[in-house]
């Protein structure tokens, strides 16, 4: 048939690509606006664990509420199921609260430099631990991606930061000190635990047939329960009330709109997340999620004003030069 019909296939081909697109500009707009009132939010109010919990409660109740109305059918799941998910949920766990403890330390573009280097640790992971290798042009793709993505988030504001981790070659003493750094530390956790994560839950979702929407609330709330206990024990309900305070006396009674947008926004960019990553590997959504970084950096630079310089354009335009080198060199 596809013989017969070159047409209707490659008809069939462009629509799979139109709605990969399209996932993936819903992703990265929701993302923006999760990053944008994240930072806020961590800004008046210093406590990544309590808002790190309140982004999967705020998932969980939305999807329990979903299932319960009937507005999206619930996923069939048994013990096996959610047995399966555990250790997928524990990278969930330690990859969200890593990275949103490295964000409430630092500008929103130091982090996402140090994220954009996920895609070079999917391919690590999966070529030392799950034994997958890619063709050569493949590794060589993800030089412009993850440098160009990393250039174009350096700033004068970080690059003093940066400044002590990235020439570390030839100063042992600076590239210690960066491991004990929470925001570097964090970024980098976050990242070996996402590249787990993601690989898991392709493999889960392929097995179970639980659709990308199903799986990732699945995922939200076994990891609300995983977290939950730690966020009590590391911060704590009075060291919470005593900061609430402190916030809405600072920005006033409508801080809790800012608290419920980075929720409910978490949970909405990573559901089209999973959505996406249902019909693509794992290094592709790696890519998608660094790729992602630069429209987070563009729209944290002119909310938060932070200054730009034309290298950071320049470290743009190399790391989209990259992925259409990276399309090109999976075919
Ligand atoms: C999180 O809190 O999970 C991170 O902010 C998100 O990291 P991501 O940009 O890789 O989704």
């Not at 969200?96 to 130091?110: D, I, P």
Request: aromatic fraction near 12%; glycine fraction near 6%; charge should be positive.
């Amino acid at each position: 048939e596809s013989v017969a019909f070159p047409d209707h296939e490659a008809r069939v081909a462009a629509a799979q690509k139109l709605k990969i697109g399209i996932y993936f500009a819903t992703w990265w707009a929701l993302n923006v606006v999760f990053n944008i009132y994240n930072k806020k939010v961590l800004n008046a109010f210093p406590y990544p664990w309590l808002t790190s919990t309140l982004s999967l409660a705020a998932g969980s109740l939305i999807m329990l509420v979903s299932w319960a109305a009937r507005v999206t059918a619930a996923p069939k799941t048994d013990l096996e199921f959610w047995k399966a998910l555990a250790p997928v949920a524990v990278a969930h766990t330690i990859g969200h609260v890593a990275a949103t403890v490295s964000m409430s330390k630092v500008a929103v573009s130091f982090t996402h430099i140090i994220k954009s280097g996920e895609p070079a640790f999917s391919v690590l992971v999966s070529r030392f631990v799950l034994g997958e290798r890619f063709p050569v042009p493949v590794y060589l793709s993800l030089v412009p991606i993850i440098g160009g993505c990393a250039l174009a988030a350096l700033t004068e504001l970080n690059f003093d930061m940066t400044g002590s981790y990235l020439p570390t070659c030839g100063n042992f003493g600076a590239f210690i000190h960066s491991f004990d750094d929470p925001s570097f530390m964090g970024a980098m956790i976050s990242n070996l635990a996402f590249v787990f994560r993601n690989s898991f839950s392709k493999r889960g979702m392929k097995v179970t047939s639980v659709s990308g929407m199903n799986y990732y609330a699945c995922l939200s709330v076994l990891s609300l329960l995983i977290l939950l206990p730690f966020a009590i024990g590391v911060e704590g309900p009075q060291v919470w009330a005593a900061g609430w305070r402190e916030a809405i006396s600072q920005i006033g009674p409508h801080f809790v709109w800012w608290v419920a947008a980075q929720s409910v926004f978490y949970h909405l960019y990573n559901q089209v997340s999973y959505m996406s990553l249902d019909e693509i590997s794992p290094l592709t959504f790696s890519i998608g999620n660094t790729m992602k970084r630069i429209s987070v950096i563009v729209s944290s630079v002119i909310v938060f004003h932070t200054p730009v310089r034309p290298s950071n354009a320049l470290g743009a335009a190399i790391a989209i030069l990259g992925t259409f080198l990276y399309s090109q060199a999976k075919q």
